[in-house]
Each structure stands twice: as structure tokens, then as C-alpha cells.
């Protein structure tokens, strides 16, 4: 089991960019499959994206939705994921929360993450 604490939020204007961090307490980060989701009021959880090391590399998944403005990272060394945010849109202001799950099968799906953070916000103005 890990903790998760996110940071990075906060208010930007359409067009805009955002970092969004996730620091994780606990060992073996990399063992750990690490997602994005996000809520938006009066709607349900929603998959951003997922990063996985693998033998090959870090294997990224991407929701349609963010795909090409988004990009997760993470640095096991820091036991740190990121979530670049680019090109930011009214329709992307929601909390967004980091998940965890070790060796997760199903990265996209939120029900398949044990750990999660307590989320942050993150608003985009028109």
C-alpha cells in the first residue's frame, strides 16, 4: 500500500498549462502501475492517464480526451508521477486525483486502483 499526495493545481486560462505532481510514500514505486483520473461536478470518475514501467520501458495510456495535450511521467528515483497539462480547456476543470496499483491489468480502469490521493483542483477559465 502506498500514500499519495498530489500537488499543482490551481486556476489557468483556456490555453494554458499545468503540472500536476503525485508523491508516493511506501517501496518499490517502480512495481506500481500509476494513473490520473479526474471528476468534474455532477459526473463520475474518469480515466486521464496511466504510466507502467515495463521490461521494455514505461508504458503510457492516454484517455482520447487528453491525448497529444496530456503527457504522465514519472521518476522513480523521487517516487513521483507527473501530468503535464497542455492546451488546457473549460472541459478539462475538475479534481484531479493520482491512483496506484501494483501491477495494475486493467491501467484505464479506476476500479482496479487500490491507493488513491485526496485529489486536486484544477480550473480552467474561458
Known amino acids: 500500500q502506498v500514500q499519495l499526495a498530489e500537488s499543482g493545481g490551481g486556476l489557468v486560462q483556456a490555453g494554458g498549462s499545468l503540472r500536476l505532481s503525485c508523491a508516493a510514500s511506501?517501496?518499490?514505486?517502480?512495481?506500481?502501475?500509476m494513473g490520473w483520473f479526474r471528476q468534474a461536478p455532477g459526473k463520475e470518475r474518469e480515466f486521464v492517464a496511466a504510466?507502467?514501467?515495463?521490461?521494455?520501458?514505461?508504458?503510457?495510456y492516454y484517455a482520447a480526451s487528453v491525448k497529444g495535450r496530456f503527457t504522465i511521467s514519472r521518476d522513480n528515483a523521487k517516487n513521483t508521477v507527473y501530468l503535464q497539462m497542455n492546451s488546457l480547456k473549460p472541459k478539462d476543470t475538475a479534481v484531479y486525483y493520482c491512483?496506484?496499483?501494483?501491477?495494475?491489468?486493467?491501467?484505464?480502469?479506476?476500479?482496479?486502483?487500490?491507493?488513491w490521493g485526496q485529489g486536486t483542483q484544477v480550473t480552467v477559465s474561458s
Open positions: 504510466a507502467a514501467d515495463t521490461w521494455t520501458g514505461v508504458r503510457r
Open positions: 511506501g517501496r518499490s514505486f517502480s512495481t506500481y502501475t
Open positions: 491512483a496506484a496499483e501494483k501491477y495494475s491489468n486493467y491501467p484505464t480502469n479506476l476500479h482496479d486502483y487500490e491507493d
